[in-house]
T-cell receptor
Framework: RKEVEQDPGPFNVPEGATVAFNCTYS??????FFWYRQDCRKEPKLLMS???SGNEDGRFTAQLNRASQYISLLIRDSKLSDSATYLC????????????????FGKGTSLLVTP | IAGITQAPTSQILAAGRRMTLRCTQD?????MYWYRQDLGLGLRLIHY???????GKGEVPDGYSVSRANTDDFPLTLASAVPSQTSVYFC???????????FGPGTRLTVL
């Protein structure tokens, strides 16, 4: 099983729609969770961290379900500028492992918001 | 504040040539990383460094080497480039704890 799995999409939604992405992770010891956004031919950029109690940043809401080992990202009132690939990111093993302060990146979910 | 810079932005390289990709950060982050990103494969960790003076191998280290002489710089060297190393290379940095990583703009490398 891959460390982090995401539906690659693409998700095609009209402007103003609400869209949700889910992501599952395999390491039950993971403690840190993030969503990144990557625009075409650009570097990944941190969108938001995901906290145990869930958190919101404007139109974006992130949720964590430790029991089921999944993370979700909800985007409300989608804008054209939300079109991008969204990467689910989970910390890997501890710093004593052979991967440093490793983060495991999902392959991303592609979102296209249309007029 | 520049964050992380990478050079060159892009490069076309003949197979067999040696190439060093440069990465510099001004955030005083202890940890730095090199990834390659290929279509359909996502981001794959090549090498990392938890702190100046130490380095480690990631998921796909073969054919690459790194050094970390100081906090700010983390160059990646391809000793003898091969076409399978054609990719987009991203450098990233983070604080010591499992913290968000911040990425440079990337280097597009084509090996012919």
């Amino acid at each position: 099983r891959k460390e982090v799995e995401q539906d690659p999409g693409p998700f095609n939604v009209p402007e103003g729609a609400t869209v949700a992405f889910n992501c599952t992770y395999s390491n039950s010891a993971s403690q840190s969770f993030f969503w990144y956004r990557q625009d075409c031919r650009k570097e990944p950029k941190l969108l938001m961290s995901v906290y145990s109690s869930g958190n919101e940043d404007g139109r974006f809401t992130a949720q964590l379900n430790r029991a089921s080992q999944y993370i979700s990202l909800l985007i409300r009132d989608s804008k054209l500028s939300d079109s991008a690939t969204y990467l689910c990111v989970v910390n890997g093993s501890s710093a004593n492992s052979n991967s440093g302060y490793a983060l495991n990146f999902g392959k991303g979910t592609s979102l296209l918001v249309t007029p | 504040i520049a964050g992380i810079t990478q050079a060159p932005t892009s490069q076309i390289l003949a197979a067999g040539r040696r190439m060093t990709l440069r990465c510099t950060q001004d955030m005083r982050h202890n940890a730095m990383y090199w990834y390659r990103q290929d279509l359909g494969l996502g981001l794959r960790l090549i090498h990392y460094s938890n702190t100046a003076g130490t380095t480690g191998k990631g998921e796909v280290p073969d054919g690459y080497s790194v050094s970390r002489a100081n906090t700010d710089d983390f160059p990646l060297t391809l000793a003898s480039a091969v076409p399978s190393q054609t990719s987009v290379y991203f450098c990233a940095s983070s604080d010591s704890t499992p913290a968000p990583q911040y990425f440079g703009p990337g280097t597009r490398l084509t090996v012919l």
